[in-house]
């Protein structure tokens, strides 16, 4: 373990979802002398937080709320995002909505570690297999927002005249759209590029139930950050029972 030089020690709130992932993740941060594993309790309610180390919906989560936060006077941290697979479209719209880094559950222990520290320095970070995927596709054209929203249609097996009728525009748009993705994925039908998309991340369908679930840990650090009043013991318990299930 070695000492780092900095003013003092990165203040580190992880909210993974997995209980294993979640406790593997504190265990390997906490180790380390330069940084601060922060519990969402109101024993660590008053400090503030450097790094959010988070799953890939409550990373979004945090990104999306983050007015309330700014609201609530607490200083904005960053987003470092541990996740099982970062596919294109995911890593370039959670960089455009404010997360700060990625991170593969596969990567060595020692990527978290740097990532968390080139946050904190406030840079990005990508781990390797992220930096390389990203690098494979960088010289390819890119859809347009329209291309995006027709693709995403189409990926879900909807005919033209579906996707124009959704997306109130002409049939022959459609077809237009239909032929310039073909041609920008090197397609040669719908279901080949429905197939590449889904291969470059350019497509997801979102489970249920993460559209439903239940805030994470972070929320309730932050309400008690942002609330100027002492948390009870019985928030602070529920706080660390949502950091676990």
């Not at 390997?28 to 660590?44: G, H, K």
């Not at 959670?94 to 740097?114: K, R, Y």
């Not at 005249?161 to 459609?174: E, F, N, Q």
Request: proline fraction near 2%; include cysteine.
């Amino acid at each position: 373990m070695i000492q780092h030089e900095t003013e003092r020690r990165v203040a580190v709130l992880v909210s993974i979802a997995e209980p294993l992932l979640q406790a593997g993740v504190r265990a390997c941060l906490a180790n380390e002398a330069d940084m601060e594993v922060i519990d969402a309790n109101p024993v660590s309610a008053h400090k503030s937080v450097d790094v959010v180390v988070a799953d890939s919906s409550t990373a979004a989560q945090i990104a999306h709320d983050g007015w309330l936060e700014r609201e609530q006077g607490v200083r904005t941290a960053r987003i470092l995002v541990v996740t099982g697979e970062a596919r294109e479209h995911a890593v370039r719209s959670g960089l455009e909505q404010g997360i700060h880094g990625f991170v593969l559950t596969s990567s060595p222990v020692s990527e978290l570690l740097s990532g968390v520290r080139a946050l904190f320095r406030g840079g990005k970070y990508l781990c390797a297999p992220v930096v390389h995927r990203l690098a494979q596709v960088a010289g390819r054209d890119i859809l347009t927002s329209r291309e995006d929203e027709v693709l995403q249609l189409l990926a879900r097996g909807l005919c033209n005249k579906s996707i124009a009728r959704d997306l109130d525009i002409a049939v022959g748009t459609v077809k237009t759209h239909v032929k310039a993705i073909m041609s920008k994925l090197d397609a040669r039908s719908r279901t080949e590029a429905a197939s590449i998309a889904t291969q470059r991340g350019l497509v997801e369908v979102p489970h249920a139930s993460l559209r439903h679930e239940k805030p994470h840990a972070y929320r309730s650090f932050f309400a008690c950050k942002g609330s100027g009043d002492k948390c009870s013991a019985a928030a602070g318990a529920k706080s660390l029972s949502a950091l676990s299930n």
